[in-house]
């Protein structure tokens, strides 16, 4: 089993920057791959980014490519999202999760994952 605590949710202004956090507590060390997700008020839960067990290989959704950046340090059993140039949009609730795999396959499915975090908020004011 293993426990997820997400930090670093806040406000911040467009075009700023934020750093999430997700700790793992529990059989980890690269043991699972991890995601990002996302949910804003009256909107569907949706994927922001995954991370393999190693780290080798990430993946980012169209709406955050390139301003998003989800990394890992097994040394700390934390996953992180750092989120620059934040946009409106970008304001919801976001959740990190875990496969109890180190490997990925439908990673942008919610349904992948067998862990979740309690979530943090992210509000981006425009």
């Known amino acids: 089993q293993v426990q997820l605590v997400e930090s670093g949710g806040g406000l911040a202004q467009a075009g700023g920057s934020l750093r999430l956090s997700c700790a793992a507590s529990?059989?980890?060390?690269?043991?699972?791959?991890m995601g990002w997700f996302r949910q804003a008020p009256g909107k569907e839960r949706e994927f922001v980014a995954a991370?393999?067990?190693?780290?080798?290989?990430?993946f980012h959704a169209d709406s955050v490519k390139g301003r998003f950046t989800i990394s890992r340090d097994n040394t700390k059993n934390t996953v992180y999202l750092q989120m620059d140039s934040l946009k409106p949009e970008d304001t919801a609730v976001y959740y990190c999760?875990?496969?109890?795999?180190?490997?990925?396959?439908?990673?942008?499915?919610?349904?992948?994952?067998?862990?979740w975090g309690q979530g943090t908020q992210v509000t981006v004011s425009s």
């Open positions: 999760a875990a496969r109890s795999a180190r490997y990925l396959r439908n990673y942008p499915s919610g349904a992948e994952y067998d862990h």
């Open positions: 529990g059989r980890t060390s690269g043991a699972y791959a």
């Open positions: 991370i393999t067990g190693t780290g080798s290989a990430t």
